[in-house]
């Protein structure tokens, strides 16, 4: 895989890491559908400038739009609302760490439902950096059972939703869209989506639209955390893996810890710097290429 995969990996993270902030916040005016129809709408500005000035085709007409809906549906919209919805009942915090379990969920329905193999780099890849996560957030037997249950079935459901949609995002780029494309329809379709249910169940005020503490928060999960967000995903998708893209997840508890220290003051102990550390080999292993012979499906017998 090219090197800058790696930058865009780290990149996306450190961006994707403030958006569990940003939610937070704008949770205490906005509804879970109204953040999502917001993001959306201003990631989608940011990417038909670029590609507007770059030139590169928005390819409508070309568009296979009712599989793009179904694909924003299950890998924006929902899990995004679905978001929001958890961080109700959940800090910002445990939020983006059940967000890390979104490697394991796009491994186990690629093999169920799309034909992939999995290799043993993958797996060992993925244990290491799960145990970098436990170290990272000093998780205990029991420390789960008093957080509020909807809102941890909230947001594994969205993980779950995101597995399957970046399954089916690089289904969608072998069919000859680009990264781009695929951005455009993902966000437009998005934004008609989580718009109808917003305008339909939640308020959104002028009031809170035009406040100075949230401006700031709407342009920056919006524009970043959606824009060129969702650019560095589906490239990384499609010059690396679903599998490969979805390992920013592990990451993004790393820089959710980064920004809370520097926007809230929270301090980084020394579990955090180890789990860090431990996660972004886990990371580097999962991502290199297998050996041969080292590829399997569930119920092949290999040797040992």
């Known amino acids: 895989m090219p090197r800058l995969i790696y930058a865009a990996l ?10 569990f902030y940003f939610i937070k916040m704008l949770l205490h005016d906005f509804g879970p559908w109204s953040i999502a129809f917001l993001r959306s709408g201003f990631g989608l500005l940011v990417v038909v400038v ?3 000035v770059f030139k590169k085709p928005f390819g409508f007409r070309t568009i296979p739009w009712i599989a793009m809906f179904i694909m924003a549906l299950i890998n924006t919209a929902v899990p995004w609302t679905l978001i929001g919805f958890s961080e109700q009942r959940l800090t ?4 983006s760490i059940l967000n890390a379990t979104t490697p394991v969920w796009t491994i186990v329905v690629g093999i169920a439902f799309f ?26 037997p029991g420390t789960l059972l008093s957080f509020d249950g909807m ?14 949609g970046s399954q089916l995002s690089k289904r969608l780029s072998l069919r000859g869209l680009t990264m781009y494309q695929i951005t455009y329809g993902t966000l437009l379709s998005s934004t008609a989506v989580s718009g109808i249910f917003a305008f339909s169940t939640e ?6 639209l035009t406040s100075a503490d949230n401006v700031p928060m709407i342009l920056s999960l919006g ?9 560095l995903f589906y490239y990384m998708v499609e010059k690396g893996s679903a599998e490969f893209a979805s390992m920013v997840t592990y990451l993004v508890p790393c820089t959710a810890l980064i920004w ?6 929270e301090p980084i102990k020394w579990n955090m710097l180890i789990g860090l550390v431990i996660i972004l080999g886990g990371v580097f292993i999962a991502s290199r290429k297998p050996r041969a012979g080292d590829v399997f499906k569930p119920g092949e017998a290999r040797s040992s």
């Open 10 to 19: 780290l990149g996306l993270s450190l961006i994707w890491g403030g958006s």
């Open 50 to 52: 670029i590609m507007t």
């Open 92 to 95: 910002s915090s445990l939020a």
């Open 115 to 140: 034909g992939n193999k999995s290799n043993r780099m993958q797996w060992i890849g993925l244990a290491i950096a799960t145990i970098g996560v436990i170290i990272l957030l000093g998780i205990r």
């Open 151 to 164: 809102g941890l079935i909230g947001m594994l459901s969205a993980t779950l939703a995101y597995a399957v």
């Open 203 to 208: 308020s959104i005020t002028w009031v809170h």
């Open 223 to 231: 524009m970043l955390g959606s824009g060129f967000a969702y650019i």
């Open 260 to 265: 809370g220290s520097t926007l809230l003051g």
